[in-house]
């Protein structure tokens, strides 16, 4: 039968070698594969709250892998591992490692230099994240996820609230957030920390 999957504005597909990927058979529409991701989603913030993470630590290729893989080890095989194909949105497959790496020493540089307040340094991290897009799904409930924990963790503030809606299924709070994407996309974060706190 197989995994079929409608994708919405701004969802990334993934190629029929990715679905694949699937560990759980019985899954085959996107409705029951929200399901399962959300569970272990919950699984993994569960974990970041029994636990206490330094920026050093945070700030490093193995710990936002780590965290991919605690997000959607239990229904993907390739959960945790950089996408190996090109996608609609994100870098070249091979920029990847790269990239990350940038954003890293970039974070470092904003950290030593104290360039941004604590929510504009986390917010900029998510962004740059998903605008790398690490892996095949899961990019931007990731993102988020690593955002919350930067700030939080990092920084000792609350976590942010993303709008406090919905952000995977199609609705105003998805359009909002993907407008302040967009701006974010050309320099102006202004409203990306102001959707991440509202």
């Known amino acids: 039968m197989g995994l079929n999957l409608d994708y919405i504005n701004g969802q990334t597909p993934l190629d029929e070698d990715e679905k694949e990927g699937l560990k759980i ?8 594969l929200d399901e399962f991701e959300q569970l272990n989603i919950e699984k993994a913030v569960e974990w970041t709250l029994k ?17 991919h893989k605690r997000m959607f ?9 950089f996408r ?8 070249d497959k091979f920029q990847i490692g ?6 890293i020493d970039d974070c470092k ?5 104290n360039t941004f307040d604590a929510d504009e340094f986390a917010v900029r991290f998510s962004h740059r994240v998903v605008k790398v897009h690490l892996f095949p799904n899961g990019n ?47 320099g102006n974060y202004n409203k990306l920390i102001e959707f991440a706190r509202k």
């Not at 058979?25 to 029951?32: F, N, S």
């Open 140 to 186: 931007g409930r990731h993102s988020r996820l690593l955002g919350d924990i930067l700030v939080n963790h990092g920084f000792n503030k609350p976590v942010f609230t993303w709008g406090g809606k919905d952000l995977v299924h199609k609705g105003e709070a998805r359009i909002e957030y993907l407008k302040a994407i967009r701006e974010a996309d050309e």
């Open 98 to 103: 790269i990239e990350l790496r940038n954003l």
């Open 51 to 67: 636990n206490k993470f330094k920026i050093g630590k945070i700030l490093t290729e193995k710990f936002i892998k780590d965290l």
């Open 84 to 91: 190996n194909t090109n996608k609609n949105i994100g870098v």
């Open 25 to 32: 058979p019985t899954i085959t529409t996107r409705g029951e």
């Open 109 to 113: 540089y904003w950290i030593e230099n």
């Open 73 to 81: 080890g239990e229904v993907w095989k390739w959960a945790g591992e």
